[in-house]
């Protein structure tokens, strides 16, 4: 066995506790490595319809959902790239690098883009949202529902509410969200919803999931700069007959069925409540790793991504180095202004509360600190969400 291999022996290889890409299950692994079929017959049809079918209710949605072979910022710029024109002014809700990449793709894209910034650590505020759509007129706006730099998720309900009157498209990035915290599009009158499968979805990366609106595709149609390759009517065109415009990444397609099966199998209230579960018995952990470690969410602390901030003399360097070498585990670092500060741990998607024990173990160990009032501290709140 080459050195290559031996780093993917199962059990040798650390377990990911990035905030994505995420723990990939065996069973979906497996279905990678299904031979690879032609895109134009029956049985990819049938894989098709299956995938189709499971995505609707992540996205609360019985409209349109287009699957790219891309990464999720592939999907923000083909949701800008139909939904828009050069000279479109939109409002990009920022808080934290992801909400500012957005607003760079939109800006690359020729529209006007304003900006309506939070502190990072903080959400967006419906009340400020609204204080500045009174302002200025907008045919769009940005939201990042779950800012995975900061570990903070937006109350997208309250958002949402706000902007139902003001007749703009309402375009979010739910790429650290779909799939463990409820999106609920039609509901909340969403137009465009940006996923990929590296995240919660517990596949490889190499899917970008956009869910659309049915005002969404008028907008698209009408618009004479729709791109080629991100044509978000051919994919709706050609899905009528369950297929693709183009050479789909079929494989990835069969991994995405087997993780979808696996979600609904456990059923998807259930999949909202153990993430909250999740979240709630690490964040409660790290609330007894005093002083060693603080909270970066000041308000709406994710249930997906927990950003801890590393007070010094203790640094992210050294406590990742020590969470991989010791522990096994892949934590991230801060992004950007971040850097330096920030551990960012990833709860999301194939993850139990076996893993948070894990993860309070590893940067209680890095603090040469005791765990057992972390780990008791978080047994009591996943009890608490859970029920015992
Ligand atoms: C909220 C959010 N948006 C966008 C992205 C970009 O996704 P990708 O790296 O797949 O392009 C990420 C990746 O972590 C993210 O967390």
Redesign the pocket.
């Known amino acids: 066995m080459d050195t290559a291999d031996e780093t993917l022996e199962q059990g040798r290889r650390p377990r990911l506790m990035l905030?994505?890409p995420t723990e990939v299950p065996a069973q979906v692994l497996k279905a990678l490595s299904r031979p690879t079929i032609g895109h134009r017959g029956g049985e990819f049809r049938a894989v098709y319809r299956r995938v189709r079918a499971a995505l609707g209710p992540l996205f609360g949605t019985t409209g349109e959902v287009v699957i790219l072979p891309?990464?999720?910022?592939?999907?923000?710029e083909a949701v800008v790239e139909n939904l828009f024109v050069p000279g479109d002014r939109v409002l990009a809700c920022v808080m934290?690098v992801?909400?500012e990449?957005?607003a760079e793709v939109a800006h690359r894209a020729g529209l006007e883009v304003d900006l309506l910034e939070v502190p990072f650590g903080r959400a967006i505020s419906p009340a400020a949202l609204s204080e500045r759509l009174a302002r200025g007129r907008y045919r769009g706006v940005l939201l990042?529902?779950?800012?995975?730099?900061t570990g903070v998720t937006m109350d997208l309900e309250a958002v949402a509410a706000v902007l139902r009157e003001e007749g703009v498209l309402v375009c979010v990035?739910?790429?650290?969200?779909l799939g463990a915290i409820p999106v609920d599009m039609d509901r909340l009158g969403l137009d465009a919803v940006?996923s990929?499968s590296?995240?919660a979805l517990m596949c490889p990366?190499g899917l970008?999931l956009v869910a659309l609106s049915g005002r969404a595709l008028r907008v698209s149609k009408l618009n004479p700069r729709r791109p080629l390759y991100w044509d978000f009517l051919q994919y709706v065109r050609h899905g009528e007959g369950a297929g693709t415009p183009y050479t789909p990444a079929v494989n990835l397609w069969f991994a995405l069925a087997v993780a979808l099966d696996m979600i609904h199998a456990e059923g998807l209230e259930r999949v909202y409540l153990r993430h909250r579960g999740l979240g709630a018995a690490f964040r409660a952990g790290i609330a007894e790793l005093v002083p060693h470690y603080r909270l970066f969410a000041v308000e709406g602390p994710s249930d997906t991504?927990t950003a801890v901030e590393v007070i010094p003399p203790l640094t992210p360097q050294a406590v990742r180095k020590r969470a991989l070498e010791d522990h096994g585990l892949a934590f991230a670092g801060g992004q950007k202004g971040l850097a330096g500060k920030l551990v960012r741990v990833g709860h999301m998607g194939y993850c139990s509360f076996r893993e948070i024990e894990l993860a309070l173990c590893a940067l209680a160990d890095a603090a040469g600190l005791d765990p057992a009032g972390a780990l008791r501290a978080a047994e009591e709140a996943w009890e608490g969400v859970m029920g015992r």
């Open positions: 905030p994505g891309a990464a999720g910022t592939g999907g923000l934290g992801f909400g990449r957005f990042t529902h779950n800012e995975t730099s990035d739910a790429v650290s969200s940006v990929c590296q995240k990366p970008a991504v």
